[in-house]
């Protein structure tokens, strides 16, 4: 019953947010929910909208150490940090934009630019655009980040599994290498299993081959919920 009511109550607010809360984006004009609103409803309802994290939110929140933004003001940073991301990485291939329901960051790293065919050892000529990108997760602390590592369907599934996790792995390391604490980081290989175009013929295949690092802002609501967890 419990449970039922929480969801009552989650359902209300977020209809009371899609008819009441809506704002322009500055970075693409459109007209959509507003994630301050949303963060000023309070971690309950913010968590609820939010993708998965590995090894889940709680514990991560405590082991790194992050203080939360303020609920009324995540939207305001996400917009900041999306539209700085943008202008730091252009022309390199980087693709930044909105996931989990407008809740979370996903920076896509290209195949290609940042590593060779084959390898995990990050480009060299793609580290100073790399460095932009842990400069942006130092100056908002506030945040987890989970490293995803993904591959096509060229080679056998053991392998690209393995260097899924490998790519994955070293994007997390430079990072870490870079200043961003390694408390704030997780990383995981899915290799073929996540698939963006369903193809072999190795034309669309690049698009199967990347690196994502997903930014996840972390409210002093849900600093507060994990810790009350404890």
């Known amino acids: 019953m419990i449970k039922s009511r929480w969801l009552v109550s989650g359902v209300a607010a977020s209809a009371l947010l899609f008819t009441s809360a809506c704002v322009t984006d500055p970075n693409t004009g459109e007209r959509k ?8 409803v309070g971690g309950v309802v913010a968590g609820a909208l939010l993708g998965g994290l590995i090894g889940g939110k709680t514990g991560r929140i405590i082991g790194a150490g992050v203080g939360g933004v303020a609920g ?3 939207g ?11 202008e730091q990485t252009a022309g390199s291939g980087v693709d930044v934009s909105e996931t989990d329901g407008g809740q979370a960051i996903l920076v896509n790293l290209p195949d290609g630019v940042t590593f060779a065919t084959g390898s995990y050892a990050i480009s060299s000529s793609f580290q100073a655009t790399l460095d932009k ?9 506030n945040s987890l980040i989970d490293v995803y590592g993904h591959t096509d369907t060229v080679g056998s599934t053991s392998s690209n599994q393995v260097l899924s996790e490998n790519r994955a ?7 870490i290498s870079k200043g961003v604490p390694a408390a704030r980081i997780r990383w995981y290989g899915y290799g ?13 295949e690049p698009l199967n081959r990347r690196v994502e690092i997903k930014i996840v802002p972390i409210t002093q609501e849900d600093v507060a919920a994990a810790k009350a967890a404890q």
């Open 133 to 141: 990108v842990a400069a942006s997760l130092i100056t908002y602390p």
């Open 192 to 204: 073929e299993t996540q698939l963006k175009v369903q193809t072999r013929d190795n034309v669309a």
């Open 169 to 175: 792995r070293a994007v997390a390391n430079y990072l």
């Open 76 to 86: 305001y940073q996400m917009d900041k940090q999306i539209k700085e991301l943008k």
């Open 72 to 74: 009324a003001a995540v």
């Open 33 to 40: 929910v507003s994630r301050t609103a949303i963060g000023g």
